[in-house]
């Protein structure tokens, strides 16, 4: 099956400085490639998307590239503040028994933004 | 409505008792998600109703008995549960039923405590 796997494991960063987390995946079948950023005591936020035929996306201070060659995909937060701060988790959505998808997630990153 | 809501948002169980978690959306999602999120973890699939059916479960101990009795909910029956089993439960739901590019959104979870 789908392996994601997500680096680093803890990232603090001072407010206004960029924080980048990575994620690599095993199946090159897998073609969607979500982030959700899950605060304290919530269930996950979805923040932003990528499909496998885009190579870079951007909302706002948040940006997603991809590299399907490589099986990397990686996050970008801009100019950090500290509601930033909460563990996100990265996915990749693969094919299973059928024609069934289902989301393979990592293991998810805690990002503090210091003030 | 945009949301995916859960009930009830806390519960304790001794191991002989039954319960029901809740959960519904009313944004005409015709796939709805159960996940298992232990602390420090990302969420972990339990099952998939795809248009009412049951499309994945992901070899869960019968001692959970999903139902979908419609399109907009989505019950978890527990019985015989063991301390282990103690976590926070996710629903979600997506726009279309299980395929690549299929944004997930979920509720707040229902955290259990079994006793």
């Known amino acids: 099956g789908e392996n994601v796997e997500q680096h680093p494991s803890t990232l603090s960063v001072q407010e206004g400085d960029s924080a980048v987390i990575k994620c690599t995946y095993s199946?090159?079948?897998?073609?969607?490639f979500p982030w959700y950023k899950q605060e304290l005591g919530k269930g996950p936020q979805l923040i932003i998307d990528?499909?496998?035929?885009?190579g870079e996306k951007k909302d706002q201070r948040i940006a997603v590239t991809l590299n399907k060659t490589a099986k990397h995909f990686s996050l970008h937060i801009t100019e950090t503040q500290p509601e930033d701060s909460a563990v996100y988790f990265c996915a990749a959505s693969t094919p299973g028994r059928g024609s069934n998808y289902k989301l393979t997630f990592g293991k998810g990153t805690l990002l503090t933004v210091n003030p | 409505d945009t949301e995916v809501t859960q009930t009830p948002k806390h519960l304790v169980m001794g191991m002989t008792n039954k319960k029901s978690l809740k959960c519904e959306q009313h944004?005409?999602?015709?796939?709805m998600y159960w996940y298992k999120q232990k602390a420090k973890k990302p969420p972990e699939l339990m099952f998939v109703y795809s248009y009412e059916k049951l499309s994945i479960n992901e070899s869960v101990p019968s001692r959970f008995s999903p139902e979908c009795p419609n399109s907009s909910l989505l019950n978890l029956h527990l019985h015989a549960l063991q301390p282990e089993d103690s976590a926070l439960y996710l629903c979600?739901?997506?726009?279309?039923?299980?395929?690549?590019?299929?944004?997930?959104?979920f509720g707040p979870g229902t955290r259990l405590t079994v006793l």
């Open positions: 990528i499909r496998s035929n885009v």
């Open positions: 944004m005409g999602h015709r796939a």
């Open positions: 199946d090159s079948a897998s073609n969607y």
């Open positions: 979600a739901s997506s726009r279309l039923g299980l395929v690549p590019s299929n944004e997930q959104f």
